[in-house]
């Protein structure tokens, strides 16, 4: 919710005007929180009638309104608007190639708009954060950019409340109950939706995915694999979140467009893809190392874990 730190490169960071809470008990699948009602109104007397409960949060249908605010304040020209646009002239391949054109368009069967998946993770509980709802609604444009059917885009948090769910099940989304921690192999071309997660579930995502094979068929949109280089020590990174530090040169990187306006939702975000051309020049050993990380000394982990 509002003012919850999920570590140095995760969560809603910005303490975001505090809402109701959420109305209902989370369930065990949505991190296990608590739901308890007032037994008596603020001003009644020991013993005396008691008063009605007051509503213990927003409705579905809140919800709902206020997502739609969100999205159209992101459709609005010069904001979050122009990130969608540069999908279309994003190059993936050496052949210069747009992401959209040759990828979506192609009269390969495999290439078209229904084979391509979303998998999210970490959007956080959006029925109280507002960083949460904005980045919610920017996952929904982005689906409706890209063509990507909302049955096809799996969303997963431990964090969401049984409302939440509810909410995600009526806009048509996938709900994933368990948590993978990341460990999500592709088996056809896939974007991974995760702003603002802990290092550790992008470094999980890597080695679940390390070949050269699924790597090129992947999209990372989540925080800056440049700025976790420049902010860790070498030797910290490969010791802790080795598929990362392996996979640097491998990756091309474009930058968010830095808005006021969304600075707390979408700072240090990047899309990052692995062209094979690329991988390819890894050196051989890169890829005969493929141990399951475990961070036995890593002692700020980011991530929620089973």
């Known amino acids: 919710g509002p003012g919850r730190i999920r570590g140095r490169d995760g969560g809603c960071r910005a303490l975001a005007p505090r809402e109701p ?4 008990p989370r369930s065990r699948a949505a991190g296990g929180g608590r739901g308890r009602a007032q037994r008596g109104g603020a001003g009644a007397a020991p013993g005396g009638p008691v008063s009605p409960a007051p509503p213990l949060g ?8 206020s997502l739609s605010k969100c999205l159209e304040g992101e459709k609005t020209p010069g904001s979050m608007s122009e990130v969608l646009c540069s999908f279309e002239n994003l190059q993936l391949e050496p052949s210069h190639q747009s992401f959209m054109k040759p990828r979506l368009h192609s ?3 495999a290439c078209k708009s229904g084979h391509w998946r979303c998998v999210c993770y970490g959007i956080g509980n959006f029925s109280s954060c507002v960083i949460s709802r904005y980045q919610l609604a920017f996952l929904l444009l982005l689906l409706e950019t890209l063509q990507i059917p909302k049955t096809q ?17 009526d806009l048509g989304v996938t709900v994933v109950l368990e948590n993978e921690e990341g460990k999500h192999h592709v088996h056809g071309f896939t974007i991974f939706y995760m702003i603002h997660c802990g290092k550790a579930l992008y470094n999980n995502l890597l080695w679940s995915n390390w070949s050269m094979d699924a790597l090129s068929k992947m999209i990372i949109i989540g925080n800056s694999f440049k ?3 420049e902010r860790l020590l070498a030797r910290i990174l490969e010791r802790d979140y080795l598929y990362i530090a392996k996979v640097l040169k491998g990756t091309e990187e474009a930058a968010f467009p830095v808005d006021p306006q969304y600075m707390d939702i979408f700072n240090d975000t ?4 692995f062209p ?6 890894l050196p ?13 000394e890593c002692d700020d982990l980011e991530i929620i874990k089973k």
């Open 270 to 273: 990047s899309i990052h893809w």
């Open 227 to 229: 700025g976790i280089e």
């Open 284 to 296: 051989s050993e890169a890829w005969l190392f493929q141990e399951e990380p475990m961070y036995q």
């Open 58 to 65: 927003p409705s579905p249908h809140t919800i709902q309104e």
């Open 153 to 169: 885009c799996y969303i997963s948090d431990p964090l969401f409340s049984e409302l939440e769910i509810g909410v995600l099940n």
């Open 21 to 24: 809470p959420e109305a209902g």
């Open 276 to 281: 094979l051309q690329k991988l390819k020049a």
């Open 107 to 109: 009269e390969d069967p």
